[in-house]
Each structure stands twice: as structure tokens, then as C-alpha cells.
């Protein structure tokens, strides 16, 4: 029975068409389709006996087509601060993290979009597993809904904000993560709004202007670090393949088709990045892309190679990015104790 299941199609691969045709071929009515597609994404089905109002003898078609491969939540970490941390199981046991970030005015849902990472940014735990394979939409949405849940049932307030911050690069899982987020957005989804996600990139040129060329409605960040190449490169490989004038033209492009300034995530790291110069470059590329900065804490992963700039590089970045009239944000890092900030993701407790 096991490996009849297995080979059943995901119905949540479908699109609310291809679930029409379905019904189409076997005789059915195609406005069950619909009924079908919000059990599977607004209500979150995870077992076809869930869908009350289509007869028994439907649903036991639909069971003899199709599975619903739901991802599961393996394991839970909170934080002292809040912070949850999900590990999250896939249908091929594969397992990906995403963190439930708690503030006074949201509840921000930091989601994963490939299981591993293919860049080798040298400080972040993601890029120390090698990649292993893209999410697929469902999964992606999944994480979102195990999240919501979660912020209703501990905090008793609804999820605000999500961000693809967690493992993996977005813009390589393109057409998965957009899917992703259509789901999201849609009525029959979660209704969000767009301006409520954010995709953090590690700013691959050609996939943002596609992606503008899409009219998105969502925002983007672009993890920085640095705005002089020898120094990116050397902490960010995907720098040397498009450097920073690449990238400053999509961003300019992206700004020009969206009307949306671009957010900068910037780590200073001792003796690395926290001096004047490289603060004055940031100034001087901020001067030519429609940005605004957030500096983050650097979260030590296990060899200890990298460490957090002193605070007095953070004030000296500040008043050399405001000077300028840049909008600079510092942001202290969430769930330190349970290794669920940012570039700390690495399955440990799996
Ligand atoms: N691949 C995407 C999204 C995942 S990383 C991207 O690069 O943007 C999310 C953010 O965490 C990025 O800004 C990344 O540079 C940052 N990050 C990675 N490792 C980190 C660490 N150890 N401490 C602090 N931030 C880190």
C-alpha cells in the first residue's frame, strides 16, 4: 500500500484548472474543483476525509488519484526571547528550519526556500550543508501556515510579516518561491498582502530584473555586506560572477519598473568591514540605488573566523549613513540560544 501511495501525484502540484479537468475526466462536476483547492490551501487539508461537503464516494476518488504530501513539524525550540524554531520535515524526510519572530507590534515568520545552500557565503551556517534540492511551492506555504498556527495558539495574535531570510536562496528556487507567494497573497490562499514579505537575496542581477519585469508587489532585500568587490568577494563568491555595478544596474531597474527601494542587510564584522572606508563606500553606493540599510548583528557560527564589530564601527556606520540622509536601522538579533538567527540555520538538533 506504502509504495502504491508513493507514486501518487501531489494534488497541491495542481493548479485550480488541471483540478477542473480532473473532475471533467471522470464525470464529475467541475465546481467541486474549487471546493477541493480552498480544503487544500486555505483551510490546509491535510487529509482528503477532512473535506466535509464533497461526498464520500468523490473523496474516495480523489484518495485513489492523489496524496497530500504536508509537511510536518518534527521538532519546536523557543527561545528565552520568543523565538520559535521549527524543524521541518518534508515528504522525503528531508528536513528544513523556519522561525516564528515575536515583536511588540508583529509576528514575522522567517521561511526557507531550499533544503541546504548552493553559494558558500563563508559565514553562514546555511552554506556549510551543500544544496539538496529546491522546496516546491506547497512547501514553502506550508511553513507559512505551521507558523500562523503558532502565533495564534502561543502568542494569540496573527502572523504580520514573513520573510524569505531562512535557508537557501530565494531567486534560485524562482518560479517555486513566486508561486509560493502568490499562494499567499491570493484570497484562496492566506489573503496577505504583499507589502507584508519581504525576499532577502544574495542579489543575483538577471533574476531581479526579471522579477521586476513581473510587476511584484512585494519587497526585496539584498544581503550586502559590503560595498567594495574585493571585500565582497572575498566573503560572498557569487560577487565575483556579478559584481557590484551589476548589481547596483538591476537595482536601479528595479526601482525604475517598481517604484520600491531596495533593502540593504549589512553585517559589520572586526577588522572585516568596520572601518571608515568601507562605511564611505556603503554611503557613496547607497547614493546611487534607492535604499535604505539594515545593519545586522553578526550571529557567531561554530569556528569562530568571524566576529561582531565593536559597537563604536556600528555608531561610526550610522552617523557616516545618516550624514548622508541614508534611513539606517541596527537590528539586534532573535534566538540566538537556539541557534535561529540569521545564518545560524544548520538542522543541528536534526
Ligand atoms: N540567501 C538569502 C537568504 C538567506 S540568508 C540571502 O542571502 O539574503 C538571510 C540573511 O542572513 C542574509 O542577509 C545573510 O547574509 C545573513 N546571514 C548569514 N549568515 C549570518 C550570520 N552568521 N550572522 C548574521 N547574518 C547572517
Known amino acids: ?93 528531508l528536513i528544513v528550519e523556519s522561525v516564528l519572530i515575536p515583536t511588540e507590534s508583529r509576528i514575522t515568520a522567517c521561511i526557507s526556500s531550499q533544503v541546504g545552500c548552493s553559494l558558500d557565503c563563508n559565514f553562514c551556517a546555511t552554506a556549510r550543508l551543500k544544496r539538496m534540492r529546491n522546496l516546491n511551492a506547497d512547501e514553502i506555504y506550508d511553513q507559512v501556515v505551521a507558523i500562523k498556527e503558532e502565533a495564534d495558539l502561543y502568542f494569540e495574535r496573527p502572523l504580520t510579516n514573513i520573510v524569505y531570510m531562512g535557508m537557501g536562496e530565494p531567486l534560485l528556487n524562482y518560479k517555486n518561491v513566486l508561486k509560493s507567494i502568490e499562494k499567499i497573497t491570493s484570497p484562496e490562499g492566506l489573503g496577505m498582502s504583499p507589502k507584508r514579505i519581504t525576499l532577502s537575496t544574495v542579489g543575483i542581477p538577471k533574476m531581479i530584473k526579471q522579477m521586476a519585469d513581473e510587476d511584484v508587489k512585494f519587497n526585496l532585500a539584498v544581503s550586502l555586506h559590503s560595498a567594495i568587490d574585493e571585500t565582497r568577494s572575498r566573503m560572498m563568491p557569487i560577487n565575483e560572477k556579478s559584481d557590484l555595478n551589476e548589481l547596483a544596474d538591476s537595482l536601479n531597474y528595479w526601482h525604475q519598473k517598481t517604484n520600491k527601494k531596495v533593502t540593504f542587510e549589512y553585517v559589520v564584522w572586526k577588522d572585516i568591514n568596520d572601518d571608515e572606508r568601507h562605511a564611505k563606500a556603503l554611503a557613496k553606493y547607497c547614493g546611487r540605488v534607492a535604499s535604505k540599510v539594515n545593519i545586522i548583528e553578526y550571529n557567531p557560527i ?49
Open 302 to 350: 561554530d569556528d569562530g573566523e568571524y566576529q561582531q564589530a565593536d559597537p563604536e564601527a556600528l555608531d561610526m556606520y550610522k552617523d557616516i549613513l545618516e550624514a548622508k540622509g541614508i534611513i539606517v536601522n541596527v537590528r539586534r538579533s532573535r534566538g540566538k540560544d537556539i541557534d535561529a538567527a540569521c545564518g545560524q540555520l544548520a538542522n543541528k538538533s536534526s
Open 1 to 93: 500500500m506504502a509504495e502504491v501511495a508513493e507514486q501518487k501525484r501531489d494534488i497541491r502540484q495542481l493548479s485550480l484548472d488541471e483540478i477542473k479537468n480532473f473532475f471533467i475526466s471522470i464525470g464529475d462536476k467541475p465546481f467541486r474543483a474549487k471546493q477541493v483547492y480552498e480544503w487544500l490551501w486555505k483551510k490546509s487539508a491535510k487529509d482528503f476525509d477532512q473535506m466535509t461537503n464533497i461526498s464520500l464516494k468523490t473523496r474516495e476518488l480523489l484518495k485513489a488519484h492523489f496524496a497530500i504530501n504536508h509537511v510536518q513539524v518534527d521538532d519546536i525550540q523557543r527561545s528565552s526571547d520568543g523565538t520559535i524554531k521549527n524543524a521541518v520535515k518534508l515528504h522525503d524526510s
